[in-house]
């Protein structure tokens, strides 16, 4: 069953506007979730995890346990910003990740 | 580098042959996991290690595929008689909490 849903494949913004990732996960548990982000032929990375409520390249994201949801924001996206992002939950001492959302920022 | 690092970074072989990829993980971590990554998916759980003790296995890891351990340092992941349908991105993460993947290695099976 999927545990972890992204609802947006693909995500088009323009440099300096906001930006929302959406991410809904199933888990009638404690959930601890994750973004992850992938750039460029780079590797898989963490970018942020709820448990630490901070703001990584000022990106934020909030665990809302009523709506499922750990959505990922950013105020003011930058073209730096463009790459494939995973929201991820961990069960168990694993991961079951969401199918992705490519985010493209145009100049 | 400090990172989990993966061997060979890419693999092309023909159906029916065997192949073996190597994972060397952080080294004061002590789970090892297999994921594989297919295009246009996000990574997919395969195996996980606590030290050298193989704890999980998911159900789309068959019988042609295995995994080991020794020692609880590196891991290898083998696949025999490879078929199409393998060829994917095979990651190697580690973890102390939270997990830090290597660059993966990418198999094609022709």
């Known amino acids: 069953a999927q545990r972890v849903t992204q609802p947006e494949k693909l995500l088009s913004v323009f440099k300096g506007a906001p930006v929302e990732l959406k991410c809904n996960y199933s888990?009638?548990?404690?959930?601890?979730l994750f973004w992850y982000v992938q750039y460029s032929r780079q590797r898989l990375q963490l970018l942020l995890r709820h448990i630490s409520r901070e703001s990584i390249k000022g990106f934020t994201a909030d665990l809302n346990k009523g709506e499922t949801s750990f959505h990922l924001k950013k105020p003011f996206a930058q073209e730096e910003d463009s790459a494939m992002y995973y929201c991820?939950?961990?069960?168990?001492?694993?991961?079951?990740f969401g199918a992705g959302t490519t985010v493209t920022v145009r100049a | 580098d400090t990172g989990v690092s993966q061997d060979p970074r890419h693999k092309i072989t023909k159906r029916g042959q065997n192949v073996t990829f190597r994972c060397d993980p952080i080294?004061?971590?002590?789970?090892l996991y297999w994921y594989r990554q297919t295009l246009g998916q996000g990574p997919e759980f395969l195996t996980y290690?606590?030290?050298?003790?193989?704890?999980?296995k998911s159900r789309l890891l068959s019988d042609r595929f295995s995994a080991e351990r020794p020692k609880g340092s590196f891991s290898t992941l083998e696949i025999q008689r490879t078929e199409q349908g393998d060829s994917a991105m095979y990651l190697c993460?580690?973890?102390?909490?939270?997990?830090?993947f290597g660059p993966g290695t990418r198999l094609t099976v022709l």
């Open positions: 290690f606590q030290n050298e003790a193989q704890l999980e």
């Open positions: 888990y009638s548990g404690s959930p601890e």
């Open positions: 080294s004061e971590h002590n789970r």
């Open positions: 991820a939950l961990s069960i168990d001492y694993k991961l079951s």
């Open positions: 993460a580690s973890s102390a909490s939270p997990t830090f």
